[in-house]
C-alpha cells in the first residue's frame, strides 16, 4: 500500500479512507467503523453463556404468553355472581380436574391456573370467609386473570437478531421455552498500552506517570461488548513487539482486534503508522475532527482483523473508544449503530471551528449538565458522566446537540 499523507490537506487513497489536517468528521469516522467488518461467525450457546453477546437469530414467543389463564391475585377463582362456596384451594404447578360450576369457587395463589369456568378472582382482601360460604362484591368478568395469550400469541417476534443480550432477554428467552441461543460471540480483543514514560503502582513521580488506560480498558472493552484476551505494556522504543502483533498470520489464534493506546500519532517515538504502513493495512479512519482524540486510527489486517489506535492520554483514548472501537464491536458482533438523539446542553459550552468537541454530561431536568474536568488527560469529568455530547462546529448555546450514552 501506497504510505499515507499525514500533513495538511485532504485525499482518498486507493482504499476510501479520507484524511485530511483535520481528519475524518466524527460522526463519519464513527458510521465507517461500524460499516467496515463482516460479523464474526455465530455461535449456539446456552442461556447462562449468552450474556453480553448478540443475538443472531429473532426471538419468537414459541407458546402463547401466558400458556394458561393464571390468577393475578392471591384469593378465591370465583363463577358467576356470589355467594360462593369453597370446594378447595390451588397452588402454583396444580391444576383442577374439572369446571368450576357457577356459585362455586376455589381458593387461588398468584401464578396458579384458574380452573375451567372461573370468571374472576376475587382478591383475598376483598373476600369474607365463613366455614365454606365466600361473599364478596361482584366483579366484573375476567378481573384479576391474565389469559393464555393475552401478553402475545405463539409465534409474535419479540426481539429482532443484533440486539446485545442482557438479563432481561434471557428472562424473556426463558419465558418463551429456549434453552440455547443462536449468537454472535463478543468479538476478542488484545489491548497493547505503549509508553516508556508509564508506571504501574503508586503515584506518579520522577518523571513516571501512573499508567490510568491499563486498569480502565479492560472494563470500557467489557462494557462496550468486546472479550479482552490479552493485555500487553511495551515501551516506545521499535524494537518488534509491537510490529509482532500487527503481522497477518503472525500467531494461530490471533484477536479479532488489537487497541494500541500512544504511538497514534507522528512524533519519532510512534511507531502504529509506520507499522500499518509495512504490513499494507487497509486504512479505514486515519484521524477524526475531534477534540480530544483527535490523532486516532482505525485499519484492517485481512481476514477481518482490525487494529484501533487510541491516544495515550486518557480522556482522548475514552473519547476514541466510543468514537471507533465501540461501533467496530458493534458491526463485528451484526448489531445495528444505535443513532444519537438530541438534547439541550448547559453550562459554559463553546463550539470549535472544524472539529466536533466530545463533553462529558450529567442528566438535569431539562437535558444534560457539562461537567468539569474534561482536559484530554484527566478522566474526572467521565467518570462522574452519564453521557458524552458530541458540540459540532456552528453550534450556538441553547440548540440540541447528539449525546451518546456511556456505561
Known amino acids: 500500500m501506497t504510505a499515507l499523507t499525514h500533513g495538511v490537506g485532504s485525499k482518498s487513497d486507493q482504499h476510501g479512507c479520507e484524511h485530511r489536517g483535520n481528519g475524518v468528521p466524527w460522526a463519519r469516522a464513527r ?18 453463556d449468552a450474556t453480553g453477546t448478540t443475538l443472531a437469530q429473532e426471538l419468537r414467543s414459541r407458546s402463547p404468553l401466558p400458556a394458561f389463564d393464571t390468577a393475578a391475585m392471591d384469593g378465591y377463582a370465583v363463577s358467576g355472581p356470589g355467594p360462593h362456596r369453597v370446594i378447595g384451594r390451588l397452588s402454583p404447578g396444580s391444576r383442577w380436574p374439572s369446571n368450576l360450576r357457577p356459585g362455586e369457587a376455589m381458593a ?50 419479540l426481539l429482532d437478531r443484533g440486539l446485545r443480550v442482557r438479563a432481561a432477554t434471557l428472562g424473556l428467552a426463558a419465558a418463551c421455552g429456549y434453552d440455547t441461543l443462536i449468537v454472535r460471540p463478543r468479538p476478542r480483543v488484545r489491548i497493547v498500552i505503549t509508553g516508556d514514560e508509564l508506571s504501574h503502582a503508586g503515584i506518579s513521580a520522577d518523571g513516571r506517570i501512573r499508567d490510568a488506560l491499563g486498569p480502565a480498558l479492560p472494563a470500557l472493552v467489557h462494557s462496550l461488548g468486546g472479550e479482552v484476551v490479552d493485555l500487553r505494556h511495551l515501551d516506545d522504543h521499535p524494537d518488534g513487539r509491537l510490529a509482532a502483533f500487527l503481522r497477518p498470520g503472525a500467531e494461530t489464534d490471533e484477536p479479532d482486534v488489537t487497541v ?13 503508522r ?14 477524526v475532527a475531534c477534540r480530544p482524540g483527535h490523532p486516532q486510527i482505525l485499519a484492517g489486517l485481512g481476514h477481518n482483523r482490525w487494529v484501533v489506535g487510541l491516544p495515550g492520554n486518557p480522556y482522548a483514548a475514552f473519547v476514541a473508544a466510543y468514537t471507533l472501537l465501540a461501533p467496530l464491536l458493534i458491526g463485528l458482533g451484526g448489531g445495528i449503530l444505535p443513532g444519537l438523539p438530541e438534547v439541550v446542553v448547559h453550562g459554559d459550552v463553546q463550539a470549535a471551528p472544524a472539529v466536533t468537541r466530545i463533553l462529558p454530561v450529567v442528566w438535569c ?26 458540540i459540532r462546529p456552528g453550534w450556538e448555546p441553547g440548540q440540541p446537540a447528539p449525546f451518546l450514552a456511556i456505561n
Open 31 to 48: 458510521a465507517r467503523a461500524h460499516t467496515a467488518a463482516q460479523p464474526i461467525d455465530t455461535q449456539i450457546v446456552a442461556l447462562a
Open 108 to 157: 387461588i395463589s398468584t401464578g396458579a391456573v384458574v380452573p375451567v369456568g372461573a370468571s374472576a378472582v376475587l382478591p383475598l382482601e376483598q373476600a369474607l370467609i365463613d366455614g365454606t360460604r365466600l361473599t364478596g362484591p361482584d366483579l366484573p368478568a375476567d378481573r384479576h386473570i391474565r389469559r393464555a395469550g393475552e401478553d402475545v400469541a405463539a409465534g409474535t417476534l
Open 365 to 390: 431536568g431539562s437535558g444534560v449538565h457539562l461537567l468539569p474536568g474534561h482536559g484530554s488527560a484527566f478522566l474526572h469529568g467521565a467518570a462522574m458522566a452519564d453521557a458524552l455530547v458530541a
Open 274 to 287: 509506520r507499522l500499518l504502513d509495512a504490513t499494507a493495512a487497509n486504512w479505514v479512519v486515519d484521524t
Open 260 to 272: 494500541v493506546t500512544g504511538s497514534t500519532s507522528v512524533g519519532t517515538g510512534d511507531q502504529l
